[in-house]
């Protein structure tokens, strides 16, 4: 079995507008074998999504390991709470508005 590595990504950077706001991380397991990148849990058991496929990437060349378990680890994160298309990129969704 490949060695366990962690990585932690921050989920909300610290408030100044907040006082004592910390912040939030969380953690991410993975392995790492023949250039393809595998999340898993602590104990190295491989991380599945609701339809039993294992999160994976192929690493290309220039690509950092561990900046890449931090990604994959904020999309888990996500994807466990709900929240997958929070942010910047997700999709607007506007009120039905036509003129007859």
Do not use: C, W
Not at 28 to 40: A, C, E, F, Q
Request: proline share 5%; charged share 30%; hydrophobic share 35%.
């Amino acid at each position: 079995m490949s060695e366990v590595k962690q990585v932690s990504a921050i989920v909300a950077n610290p408030s100044m507008l907040r006082d004592n706001d910390p912040g939030q991380v969380t953690i991410g397991y993975y392995t790492l074998k023949d250039d393809v990148l595998t999340m898993t849990d602590g104990t190295g058991e491989p991380v599945r999504n609701r339809y039993g496929e294992k999160t994976t990437h192929k690493l290309q060349a220039g690509e950092a390991p561990d900046v890449i378990a931090k990604r994959l680890t904020l999309k888990i994160y996500r994807r466990i709470r709900g929240s997958d298309d929070i942010g910047f990129g997700r999709r607007l969704v506007y009120p039905k508005v036509g003129i007859a």
